[in-house]
């Protein structure tokens, strides 16, 4: 009897597997094929590896390297501001009683209501005058305007759950306020902090907005915005923008595998401590 419901349970994965792993298959195959396969012939369901060398001199034209490094500044710099700050914002309203807290809580709130677009042309006027246009670290601000609400609510509700008298020992044994946010408090909600990361790197890892308004130089473009820059007038090598969308998505794929086992590890933990 339990040999049926293991039999269904793999046959799930391996459907579950199928079903996810197509797509990044598909963003492969359309690598390695030439553009008048996809125009004119139709593509080919197989890895045509032939045609691997021609793919990569196309993409070898473009700084491809520098966008994912470009990439790779902004999603981390939005990930630690984000987090720096929601720990702070986040412990402040859940452990502190002060006037205007409710406003505080709402204005956080509302800043997730606001699109980005309304606020593009201010930004814009600002950064001007800030000198923080064509600078990848403007472009982190800019992100960590709209991450820093989410990871410091994610943040305020995994510190409510945690009993007071914990850190009212740490206080016994001369643990400063600081120390125990960070030796304490903040250990105990990883996984809360691990979810918190996931947000506000994919937050920055996606960025496009921003970046194709502030940013002139194609040097310091993200790889968001040198995909589209493929996109032109009379042709668009379809090859090269999934050869280089392929690229552009391990990196998450990667960091998001990592941050994922943290968090089940964390669960896991407090559900035998519980």
């Given at each position: 009897?339990?040999?049926?419901?293991r039999?269904?349970?793999?046959a799930?994965?391996?459907v579950l597997?199928i079903?996810g792993?197509?797509?990044v298959?598909?963003?492969?195959?359309?690598?390695?094929?030439?553009?008048a396969?996809?125009?004119?012939?139709g593509q080919s369901a197989?890895?045509q590896?032939?045609n691997?060398?021609s793919?990569?001199?196309?993409?070898s034209k473009?700084p491809?390297?520098r966008?994912l490094?470009?990439?790779?500044?902004?999603?981390?710099g939005t990930?630690?501001?984000?987090?720096?700050?929601?720990?702070?914002?986040g412990?402040?309203?859940?452990?502190?009683?002060?006037?205007?807290?409710?406003i505080i809580?709402?204005?956080?709130f509302?800043?997730?209501?606001v699109?980005?677009?309304?606020?593009?042309?201010?930004?814009?006027?600002?950064?001007?005058?800030?000198?923080?246009?064509n600078?990848?670290?403007?472009?982190?601000?800019?992100?960590?305007?709209?991450?820093l609400?989410?990871?410091?609510?994610?943040?305020?509700g995994?510190i409510?759950?945690v009993?007071?008298?914990?850190?009212e020992?740490?206080a016994?044994d001369n643990?400063?306020r600081?120390g125990?946010?960070t030796?304490?408090?903040l250990?105990i909600?990883?996984?809360?902090?691990?979810?918190?990361?996931?947000?506000?790197?994919?937050?920055?890892?996606?960025?496009?907005?921003?970046?194709?308004t502030?940013?002139?130089?194609?040097?310091?473009?993200?790889?968001?915005?040198?995909?589209?820059?493929?996109i032109?007038?009379y042709?668009?090598?379809?090859s090269?923008?999934?050869?280089?969308?392929?690229?552009?998505?391990l990196?998450?794929?990667?960091?998001?595998?990592i941050i994922?086992?943290?968090?089940?590890?964390g669960?896991?933990?407090g559900?035998?401590?519980g």
């Open positions: 009897m339990t040999m049926i419901p039999l269904l349970h793999v799930l994965v391996v597997v079903f792993g197509f797509p298959y598909w963003m492969a195959s359309t690598a390695l094929s030439t553009n396969e996809l125009y004119n012939t197989g890895l590896l032939q691997l060398p793919l990569l001199s196309e993409l473009v491809l390297l966008w490094t470009n990439t790779s500044i902004v999603a981390l990930t630690v501001l984000s987090l720096t700050l929601g720990a702070l914002a412990y402040a309203l859940s452990r502190f009683r002060f006037r205007g807290k409710g809580g709402f204005l956080l509302m800043t997730q209501v699109p980005e677009a309304l606020i593009l042309v201010p930004l814009y006027a600002m950064f001007i005058s800030l000198g923080l246009l600078s990848l670290w403007g472009l982190v601000l800019a992100n960590v305007g709209f991450s609400p989410v990871a410091a609510f994610i943040i305020k995994a409510d759950a009993p007071y008298e914990i850190e020992a740490a016994v643990c400063p600081f125990v946010l030796m304490v408090i250990p909600i990883a996984p809360s902090l691990a979810a918190a990361a996931i947000i506000a790197f994919f937050a920055g890892w996606n960025e496009y907005l921003f970046a194709a502030f940013l002139m130089d194609n040097t310091m473009w993200p790889a968001s915005v040198g995909l589209a820059s493929f032109g007038q042709e668009t090598p379809l090269a923008v999934m050869g280089a969308a392929l690229i552009f998505s990196p998450a794929v990667v960091f998001f595998l994922q086992r943290k968090i089940v590890a669960i896991t933990s559900a035998v401590k």
